[in-house]
């Protein structure tokens, strides 16, 4: 049980690393894009860079967010057919929907990873920066994914929140 308490612990920090992370992307989001307003509308001038660095953006904040869904199990569980099946199969279920959101996210993971390296040489349209950076939230949002898959498959049910 130490072993599951400490992996809950190292949990815990990567998820609280991950919502900061991901609202920090979501607010710099906000600005970017008021940039790109005020560049558009009042300065007549758009600049080029604010698309592309929106979408990245945006695709870290989703793909961290969902991970944190994943880890509360909000997220890739079926909970009205968990609830309506018989307590016998609950387990499995659950089990299941752990097993497929660990797929998942070793996908997004290792096709992201892909993705990222095989086009990092390549200039990024508007931005000076390479390509390989538009995958980056789908990489480690995929990572991140399946370590709390991983964690909710050794570990069980996660505890209740207090509101």
Known sequence: ??????????????????IAIAAASLCVLVLVLLWQVIGR???????????PVALILMSIAALFGAAIAVRRESHFNFP????AAPAPLRAALKTL???????????????????MTDSWSVPMAGAPAPEGLSYLGVCAGGALIAIFALERLISGDPPEEAH
């Open 1 to 18: 049980m130490a072993g599951s308490n400490a992996l809950t612990s190292a949990c815990t920090a990567l998820a609280k690393l991950a």
């Open 80 to 83: 009205t057919l968990v609830e």
């Open 97 to 115: 929907s752990r097993l497929i959101a660990l797929g998942f996210g070793i996908a997004l993971a290792g096709y992201g990873w892909f993705l």
């Open 41 to 51: 509308y009042a300065l007549n001038d758009s600049p080029g860079w604010t698309e």
